[in-house]
């Protein structure tokens, strides 16, 4: 039967659980994720681990736009969530992914995100496993939603918490910030320097497990995605109940992000990174990590940009490289929606 694959954009049969539906599954999700469990389609999937001590973890990626210099929604909600899986040192193993999308999308454009997807999860060594689609009316959506949820594995001896920083750790974060948050903001704005600035998403469980190979004792990581490392931070003083001191200067800013910022009249400390993550660690193991995590294509840029006190516990605060130091805050109010 001619069914209307070659239209080529999604239809609302495309949700159906009919025809379309079984068509769109077969040429356009198994061809790219195909694999042992989700190609059987099944109710669900079935799998072993030999660890006793699970992590599991839910996102929703609204993106807006859904293609952006150096990814796409695809590539972002793959990254996102093996990265929330690695912030608490678990190895991710599977994935679900489901899509809601917007009648009159072209196939080619989820073609080419279902392909990223792919290609994310063969990077961070996972699987999909398990999906579901539908379909919503013109304007019901915008153009593409993506939920994706992880279960990874935490290796024994591994106790990774934002509320297991100690005074006297060192606060390490392992790039540039602010990149993935002006990309997109700029991108929406059209601005001529778009070109410049590109999303740093990655996923970045290869990164943290060579990092707990040599240090098994972090104490606290997270990815500081919306808010920023500034709030970021706050979470970690706050759940911690330590104080963060962390000084201005040494915060890694490429120069691209730092004139968008200015023109734009952003704080890179509250833009949204996607292939990012902060770093506890005790003081003594600081120089081992720091080596560690610049080897890896992910840390380059690591930095040591603060640490962490007794004093003022809950509070962050930032020296200017003229010794003044201010309390820096938690994002008021998300000023700038889907920016992941
Ligand atoms: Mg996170």
Request: with cysteine; charged share 20%.
């Amino acid at each position: 039967m001619a069914v209307a694959m070659d239209e080529k954009l999604i239809l609302l049969g495309h949700g159906s659980g009919g025809l379309l539906s079984h068509e769109l599954i077969e040429k356009v999700f198994l061809r790219h994720l195909g694999n042992a469990l989700l190609t059987p389609l099944e109710d669900s999937a079935l799998f072993e681990s030999a660890e006793r001590l699970l992590a599991f973890t839910t996102d929703s990626y609204v993106v807006k736009p859904i293609f952006f210099p150096g990814g796409d929604i695809g590539r972002l909600a793959v990254c996102g969530t093996v990265n929330d899986l690695s912030m608490r040192g678990a190895r991710p193993l599977h994935l679900s992914a489901g899509f809601i999308i917007e009648e009159g999308l072209p196939i080619d454009d989820l073609e080419t995100i279902v392909a990223s997807m792919h290609a994310a999860a063969d990077e961070a060594g996972v699987t999909i496993v398990c999906g579901d689609t539908k379909v919503v009316e013109k304007h019901a959506a915008d153009k593409l939603f993506i939920n994706t949820s992880g279960v990874g594995a935490v290796p024994k001896n591994v106790s990774v918490s934002v509320s297991n920083a100690q005074p006297g750790d060192s606060v390490i974060v392992s790039g540039t910030v602010g990149d993935h948050g002006v990309t997109i903001l700029s991108q929406r704005q059209g601005l001529q320097f778009k070109s410049l600035t590109k999303s740093d998403v990655a996923p970045l469980n290869g990164l943290v497990q060579e990092m707990l190979a040599a240090c098994p004792g972090i104490h606290a990581m997270r990815d500081p995605t919306r808010g920023g490392l500034a709030t970021t931070l706050n979470e970690i003083a706050k759940s911690s109940k330590v104080g963060i001191e962390i000084e201005e200067d040494r915060i890694p800013v490429s120069d691209a992000v730092e004139r968008a910022c200015e023109m734009l009249g952003l704080d890179p400390l509250y833009l949204a990174n996607e292939g990012k993550l902060v770093v506890l660690v005790a003081k003594e193991q600081t120089e081992h990590l720091l080596e560690v995590m610049r080897n890896h294509v992910y840390g380059r840029a690591a930095a040591v940009i603060g640490q962490v006190t007794s004093e003022r516990p809950g509070r962050v605060v930032m020296r200017n490289p003229f010794g003044i130091r201010r309390t820096i805050e938690i994002l008021a109010s998300d000023q700038f929606p889907r920016i992941c």
